[in-house]
């Protein structure tokens, strides 16, 4: 008998973690599991260090091509302001060698069990949301496109770094 509710607790348990898993994870900007949506990509590295993607195209022709709110350049540091809307992340544009100030709007709602921590694996960042404004730092150092995701890796988009922001 012990045996039974052991084996039944079991279950309902797994089956309550799926349900968790699944419904805090399934909203998605069509790029899961941080693989990159650049078409002109050649390479990919492995390493969740430096997830960097060499573009066959020029760094201003990937601005202009690539979607995504593009930052401004104001006094040596870039900004740039997205919002985590119905929980899905947004591509941005930013240039390399610039400190970036990226501040993500996010309003009641739109937080999960997935999305509520993003992380930038190629420049060590982690950043906890929380619903209002969130600023996320980081300096590029190589043109290319970048992914970022939340924490679990399911729900991304990118980050396209590039030579001139102005071109």
């Given at each position: ?78 900004m740039v ?57 980081f300096t ?28």
């Amino acid at each position: 008998m012990k045996k039974s509710f052991y084996l039944l607790g079991s279950a309902l348990a797994i089956a309550l973690i799926g349900i968790v898993l699944f419904t805090g994870c399934t909203r998605s900007s069509g790029n899961a599991g941080g693989t990159s949506v650049s078409k002109s990509a050649q390479t990919q590295t492995s390493s969740d260090t430096q997830n960097t993607t060499s573009q066959q195209s020029t760094s201003s022709s990937a601005a202009k091509s690539n979607s995504g709110t593009k930052a401004t350049v104001s006094d040596g540091v870039q900004m740039v302001a997205t919002t985590l809307d119905q929980g899905i992340y947004k591509p941005i544009v930013v240039q390399t060698g610039v400190p970036v100030k990226w501040t993500i709007t996010a309003k009641d709602g739109d937080l999960n069990s997935c999305n509520n921590k993003m992380v930038i694996r190629s420049y060590g960042v982690e950043k906890q949301l929380a619903v209002g404004e969130n600023v996320v730092e980081f300096t590029p150092t190589k043109a290319g496109t970048i992914n970022y995701s939340c924490w679990m890796g399911m729900v991304g988009s990118t980050i396209t770094i590039v030579d001139d922001i102005n071109q």
